[in-house]
């Protein structure tokens, strides 16, 4: 979903509320729970391989997949939408000529999926002719049949609409109760049901869940015409209900009294947190803008790892194939056979698609691989990026990582972001302890706006929640706060990352890539870090 | 095929609104053909193409109201499609904002359809795709871009009488080509409804002179300049700024049309006065649909007149509420402006920096609309009339709402298409006075 789609079904949008219609057809809630037979999908897969196989192709792969998602948006006492949706269909890939061919059909029957394969045999053979140089796949040994899922501990799918209305609306009372002028609640779910086969041997079926319960409460003082607003500071995550159980253990109360949360969101306390903050931001005094030492919490540096380390170092980007929208990258291939100076020897970033609960776990990727974790960074320096198995043999590597991922049966797959994350400090260390030594500094708890240029050297980010650090003490809230940012020196000015008893997951449920767009889903875990002499601006302004 | 006549849609529609037996029930069909080619390192990388068609039936009970869709048209699924909906809608809770379905409206055809675009072949897409690549290999360049075009209709109806029909076509053209060396960069977009105005080899041309014309960027301060932005490069933060337009969010004190002590600042002079903006669906350039996405009928509608704030968007229940009269959301942004290209305004300019498109523009604060973003693929020092050498790119904080305030020149509109807004537009090129940027790039 892009910025557009994600307003307008949030209703923030000028055109109001709408049915997020691209997602697929509406379904009612029973629906959700159904699943297609794996024989049913095995039959169908094969009729693709075989028709593959004698049309020419060289490998063929088959991806059945069932897309249902559920949104529930509410504002103050209304519930303003409820829709559920599912998208079922097969998506084909096939290498003829040495050529890539796709094809895609939500006609599930060996004539609908004789026909696809055909199409993409086609295309394959067409546009082989434009083809420089054959494709080269990073080998995959054929699992056979297997089976992964997310292991979740309440489906929420199952759980009534009912609970989930008494829910967002009783968070919304709560903040409004707690001196709110506005609040909305949102439930975005997603389960993927994605059945994969190649004709290296792999059936895979996979059962992917995931949940947002994202907020936003707004506090506005008419006599002064101010606003403000404070979001909610939960992560999306790879988790069932669960995740809204608010359990008190995986509560964490940070220096200067914020509460974030680790495995399990009280969504009702960060409401009502969130209604004294946006009004106690109203009277917060304005940044002067400077040189700053930050502290940044998880719950705000996972941003800048998307988009500062996750983004510039797929491989793609770096290739050039997204030079005409996303760009492309400073980090070049040079700079990796040089072993670049990416960060501080602090910094280890790491990709993983197997941390439990992160939003970028599966078992395989979505081109048959077993997902696996890597270093980007090591040290500081940059040793690794994020590829798929056509882009393997660039970088010498004899397997792809298992970064492959189509947003539905009809996208074509292609390398996205795995779930990029900075490693927690080797020694003890507490953010109290942390804030200790800066003198002068700023605390960000949260994301807020953000902003990098085509190759990811600058970028700009804003928060939630700012709070001064004076002589190693977090002394008052202030406002306005923004901070610019060149890549290399950002990560080089890291002097510390907190241990991993304070790690914790952000994440982004909508990262776009790709023309036509593709949305995906992706984790950065952190522990709390500080960057030295950052460069703070006020972004305050006076409209007269 | 998913286009269907006229006939054929609302032969689909009157059966689906009379199997329903809900209070009220509306249903809109829509279909489409889209193509596209993506191309990258000077050859083809994906192309493809989607049909598909949808059935939406929204029928309410009371104030409880549920909305199924289908892609099937068949009888059978007609009625399943229709029982969903009403299954939905019993057990919905209650809407204390519901509105009923719009009364019967006066549509009035806009010229949103052309046969030309409607019929582009893969051998075209084919063809853009060689007509920039070809010539940016003889210069020693790299093009990468993506062109899409899109064949749609939609038919609406409801149980009050309301029915209306439109097919349209449109295409969208974008391309970067890059310095073998990477040091730079050019860009160039089209978007049209009529096919037969779009001529990829002579556009390319723009790219490649952009390429090589950015090649070795000096470093400027950053600080405030005069700019001159090519329609691309305000087109984001105009549209940006529409987002603050809401009625209702004004109403409430979260918007910058908000006034202090209650209230919204429609009537108020806010820009330069030779800021006029108005949407007109009719537009021969920027045509689109007669209705919005409640069916409303669009009229042609003042937003920003001489400066003055003429229009907030109402929807039907705040418009209810408030006492005023909800008309159709504007489809598209058309601002008025001279005769002037953007080399004119080159030309009067005695120091400035020209600005070929803006990039990653995200809202900074919602008070103020304060925006960041960066300008990217062609950024130029100007002195004396002349184009005089490539900048580094910047990364600007800016508000739209001051921007429109420093205005020294504006010139001939032209359409923009962009992917993060829900508007057709038509934006001038502009000079504009001390435009902020607050840092540099080392992007190319």
Partial sequence: MDRRDFLKLTGVGLGGLMLPMMHGRVIAAEALLEKLDPATKKRLADVALNGAKSGGATYCDVRIGRYLRQFVVT?????????????????????????????????????????????????AKA???????????????GVGEVSWATPIVKNAMAVPIKDKVDLLLGVNAAAIGAG????????????????FASSDGSYIDQDIHRIWAPIQVTAVDQKSGKFRTRAGLSSPRGMGFEYLDANSADKVELPGGAVVYRDSYDMKADAIAAAKQAKEKLAAPSVKPGKYDLV???????????????????????????????????????????????????????????????????????????????????????????????????????????????DSWSSVQFQRMANVSLAPGKGELAPEAMIKDVENGIYIIGDGSFSI??????????????????????????????????????????????????????GSFFDGKGQPGQVSAVSHGSSTARFNGANVINTARSLG | ???????????????????????????????????????????????????????????????????????????????????????????????????????????????TFNGKTAAITPAYRAQVAADCIEPSRKDKL???????????????????????????ASMDFTCTVRTEDGKGSGWVARNLGDVSKFDAKSEIRTAI????????????????????????????????????????????????????????????????ERVNIYADPWDENAAVLPWDQEGLAREKTPIITKGRIEYLQYSRYWAGKQGRKAVGQPGNLIMVGGDKSTMDLVKSTKKGILVTRTWYIRMVDPQTVLLTGLTRDGTFYVENGEIRYPIKNFRFNESPAIMLNNIEEIGKPVRVGDDESPFVMMIPPMKIRDFTFTSLSDAV
């Fill in chain 2, 142 to 168: 790299v093009a990468a871009g993506f062109f899409s075009d899109s064949h749609d209709f939609i038919a609406l109806a409801n149980s009050k009488g309301n029915f209306g029909y439109q097919k349209s």
């Fill in chain 1, 296 to 406: 940044l919490d998880p719950s705000h540096l996972w941003l800048t790892i998307h988009e500062s380390v996750g983004h510039p170092l797929e491989l793609d980007r770096v290739l050039g194939y997204e030079a005409n929208y996303a760009g492309t990258s400073f980090a070049t291939l040079d700079k990796w056979k040089e072993k670049f100076q990416y960060g501080s020897d602090k910094v280890t970033i790491f990709a993983d698609k197997t941390q439990p609960g992160s939003l970028g776990a599966v078992g395989y990727d979505d081109e048959g691989v077993r997902t696996q974790k890597w270093d980007l960074i090591k040290d500081g320096k940059l040793v690794n990026y994020q590829v798929i198995r056509d882009q393997a043999h660039i970088l010498g590597l004899k397997e792809s990582q298992g970064c492959c991922y189509a």
């Fill in chain 1, 127 to 141: 546009n082989s002719r434009l083809q420089s140089a054959p494709v080269e796949l990073a080998p995959v040994k």
């Fill in chain 1, 180 to 195: 709110a002028s506005f609040v909305n609640s949102i439930l975005f779910l997603v389960n993927e049901q994605k059945y």
């Fill in chain 1, 75 to 123: 504002r103050e006492d209304k519930v303003q939408n409820v829709v559920n949706t599912e998208s079922t269909g097969i998506g084909i890939r096939v290498i003829a000529n040495g050529t890539w061919g796709f094809a895609a059909t939500s006609q599930l029957d060996a004539d609908g999926v004789a026909a696809a394969v055909k199409q993409a045999l086609t295309i």
């Fill in chain 1, 453 to 506: 240029d085509q190759q990811r050297y600058n970028a700009q980010f804003g928060g939630q929640l700012f709070y001064e650090i004076k002589d190693g003490k977090v002394t008052r809230p202030i406002e306005d706060v923004a901070y610019q940012m060149r890549t290399p020196e950002f990560w080089n000015s890291c002097v510390a990352v907190c241990d991993d008893s304070d790690y914790r997951f952000g």
């Fill in chain 2, 209 to 272: 002179q952009k390429a090589k014309g950015s090649v070795d960027a000096k470093a400027l301060e950053p600080g405030k300049y005069t700019v001159i932005m090519e329609p691309a490069a305000t087109a984001g933060l105009i549209s940006f700024m529409m987002f603050g337009f809401d009625a209702r969010q004004a109403d409430e004190g979260r918007s910058f049309l908000s006034k202090k002590g209650g209230g919204n600042k429609l009537g108020e002079k806010l820009f330069d």
């Fill in chain 2, 1 to 111: 095929m998913s286009i269907y006549s006229e006939e054929q849609a609302k032969a689909i529609l009157d059966k689906v609104i009379k199997l329903s037996k809900a209070d009220q029930c509306s249903a809109t069909l829509s279909g489409s053909e889209g193509g596209n080619v993506r191309y990258a390192l000077n050859s083809v990388s994906t192309s493809g193409h989607v049909s598909d068609a949808n059935l939406a039936v929204e029928v309410a009970f009371g104030k409880k109201s549920g909305t199924a869709t289908i892609n099937q048209f068949d009888e059978a699924s007609l009625e399943a499609v229709v029982r969903r909906a009403e299954e939905l809608a019993r057990l919905a809770p209650e809407n204390p904002e519901f509105v009923p379905a719009i009364g019967k409206q006066a549509y009035k055809a806009s010229s």
